[in-house]
């Protein structure tokens, strides 16, 4: 369960006006209907800023995602630029169409922009709904950005030698997306391989068998689960978010497995070291707390406006049904062999399609559509988006084989993200 956005509400304006006070207490009730955590500021004040800072150390909790700060009266601009200054994060200041509210808000909101703060002024009643949505976005596309310098991600080989549109700079990166990344090594890997027991791989075994259908052989599955007990160990000891791991090139022709089934743990797991998106897929899931799906671009069909989309296995949660869920069999496309993943349908519904990319790792792709059917391909799971946007120029800004799909329109958070990281936004 992903925790709610932490937004601070912060009332300011002339204290002696009784209608400024009730205005302040029916846009905080309005607040408390949406999907945040909110702290707020009891003590209304305005003019001198002499009181911010006692106030802001009088509160228990410290770290927020966001800050609302709520102008009730004229003469509140060098309060709400004290506030904003003193938290540094994603402010949105909402003025009301009374009392010069939005001629002060209007002040504070142009000297914090040219400083480099990042405002969004609003101008609404206090009991306006529309308030409510635009801050969930705001707030949710806040903590993902903050919560993104914070991830940490392994990678055991390196970016498969077939994603060439991708740079393998772990630096940049950092820069770019905010993940920490750690490499491990490949002796590391032997080496907790080795400390697998044998009864703990019996009992994962049983434990599969005993939850799902299984479609592959014991000695395929045993392997499969041994290694997904040993990527466990290593998650668990590194305090890892995600794992990107080279897996046909590397992985499989060396252990004759593949990460598949860490999707039953329901782990961020991407295959190929993209660790690009695993970045990716760790800002998605703290915008909605969905764990996203890694998959290829297939085909797409101009006329129809559908995309398809395959790749090996998906995090269990996306499952349509899980009483569908079975372990089966997927062949290396060099039939170099067969591995075990996990099967299933995805749910239908809308989607986000997002690929983060770029020689400077700084752009994003993305498109919204209707996940509409899970077909099979290659063993793997195909599903099949109608898109709401243009198939037609998604194709032509098709920027490599990997994208992400996550449910909902998450676009609004993601200009957001792009916005305050610098990074190029292209939509069809």
Known sequence: MTPRPRVLFWPLGNPEIETAQEDARRALGNLKQANLDITSIERMTWWEPTEISKLARSLKKEEFDLVLIFSATHGTVRCITAVAKRYKIPTIIWAIPLRYSLATSGLASSYLRERGYFVRLLCNEPTDEKVKIEVETVARAARANKESKEYKIGIIGILSPLMISLPYNLALLKKRLGPTTIEISMPSLDRTLKSVKGRDVENAVTDIEARYPVKVSKEMLAKAAKFQLAVRKIVKANKLDAIALECWTNIFPKYGVNPCLGHLDDL???????????????????????????????????????????????????????????????????????????????????????RFYGMNLDKIHMTFGDLKSTGNYWGGISPVVESKGNAAEF??????????????????????????????????
């Open 395 to 428: 194709l032509k800004n098709i920027s490599g084989n990997h994208y992400l799909i996550t449910y909902g329109d998450v676009r609004p958070e993601l200009r957001l993200f792009a916005e305050w990281n610098g990074l190029q936004v292209r939509e069809d």
């Open 268 to 354: 961020v797991v991407g295959c190929e070291g993209d660790v690009v998106s695993m970045s990716g897929a760790l800002i998605l899931k703290a915008i909605n707390g969905v764990n996203p799906y890694l998959t290829d671009i297939l085909a797409v069909d101009e006329k129809k406006n559908m995309i398809e989309l395959s790749h090996c296995a998906a995090p269990i949660s996306l499952a349509r049904d899980p009483s569908e869920i079975k372990i089966s069999d997927r062949t290396d496309k060099r039939s170099a062999g067969k591995t075990a993943f996990v099967n299933f349908s995805l749910k239908a519904g809308p989607v986000t399609l997002v």
